[in-house]
């Protein structure tokens, strides 16, 4: 009797610390979880905040650049704080860019315009008739009236033109016969609608010098390695002040002559396009903005993050 009584006591003894060694188990992955739920969350906490740090100090370089005192000589261009947090600014011109709207403005638009515009097209790789139905189409696209022009496209079934200016460079995804541009890579980076319109000399890169009439490709390398100084890079603290005769001179134009780049080219275009480079640790974040330089109060032409 006593036998099976000391039987039963050391089953219900070995059932309780099984159930016991199963409650630490349960403990034991339930305190393991938590640790791993605390770390990840302090992991994103982490990245958050360097995501908050890196934006801010992005702003803070565009709001440097903005001063109308700031230059891109400025050493406050670029600043680190400590070894996590700092900012790297840029500014060159907008009109490096071409403004399409402004190749377009005007009764018919000036036909120097044009040419230039469909020279660029086809340094993009646009065919004759490729070109013809695209500038037709968008000159249609953006004038007061409703005639169409040979390869263009007015008011029809399931397409009417507006009419008017173009109020963003996707628009042009819109017009008829665009898809021979907007399939090309990177044919956004070279248009714009904030400049004044005349290609900027200091700003403009190879593709858009080379649209301009009489102007050779080595006299283009060479003007360009010049002007970017010896970082290679435009719009920092080394490029060179170049007045616009020397500019002209460079790329083997007689300013003093009438010439076919008369009304096509500035030295300056007021307008810039500030990029801001901000980061805390490794995060990085960039921030561009077009913006008129010297005003006290700029008026903010573009703002993308």
């Known amino acids: 009797m006593t036998s099976r009584f000391s039987l039963q006591k050391s089953r219900r003894g070995g059932s309780a610390l099984i159930l016991v060694l199963f409650a630490l188990f349960l403990l034991s992955a339930a305190v393991i979880s938590w640790a791993k739920w605390i770390q990840q969350d302090i992991a994103l906490a982490s990245e958050a905040n360097r995501n908050a740090e890196a934006r801010a100090m992005a702003h803070s370089g565009v709001a440097i650049a903005l001063n109308p005192a700031i230059t891109i000589e400025s050493p406050q261009m670029e600043r680190e704080f400590g070894t996590q947090l700092g900012y790297k600014v840029t500014m060159i011109g907008e009109g490096g860019r071409l403004n399409v709207n402004w190749v377009l403005q005007g009764n018919g638009a000036h036909a120097e315009r044009i040419e230039l515009f469909k020279t660029w097209l086809e340094h993009m790789g646009l065919d004759f008739q490729e070109r013809e139905a695209f500038v037709d189409c968008l000159l249609d696209y953006t004038d007061g009236d409703d005639v169409k022009r040979l390869n263009g496209a007015e008011d029809e079934p399931g397409y009417i033109p507006p009419n008017r200016p173009l109020k963003s460079?996707?628009?042009?995804?819109?017009?008829?016969?665009a898809d021979a541009l907007t399939s090309k890579p990177g044919w956004k980076e070279s248009l714009t609608l904030y400049s004044t319109g005349p290609i900027d000399l200091s700003a403009a890169p190879a593709e858009i010098l080379r649209s301009l009439p009489g102007i050779g490709d080595a006299r283009i390398q060479q003007f360009l390695i010049t002007r970017a100084g010896a970082d290679g890079?435009?719009?920092?603290?080394?490029?060179?002040?170049?007045t616009s005769e020397q500019m002209q001179s460079m790329l083997g134009v007689d300013s003093r002559r009438p010439n076919k780049l008369s009304g096509l080219i500035t030295p300056k275009d007021p307008m810039m396009r500030i990029t801001s480079v901000g980061h805390s640790g490794n995060v990085v974040?960039?921030?561009?903005?077009?913006?008129?330089?010297?005003?006290?109060?700029?008026?903010?032409?573009?703002?993308?993050?």
Not at 169 to 177: A, G
Not at 233 to 242: M, N
């Open 169 to 177: 460079i996707e628009e042009i995804e819109q017009v008829r016969n």
């Open 233 to 242: 890079i435009d719009g920092t603290a080394d490029d060179p002040k170049l």
């Open 285 to 305: 974040r960039q921030l561009d903005v077009v913006a008129p330089k010297g005003a006290p109060n700029p008026a903010i032409k573009l703002w993308q993050e």
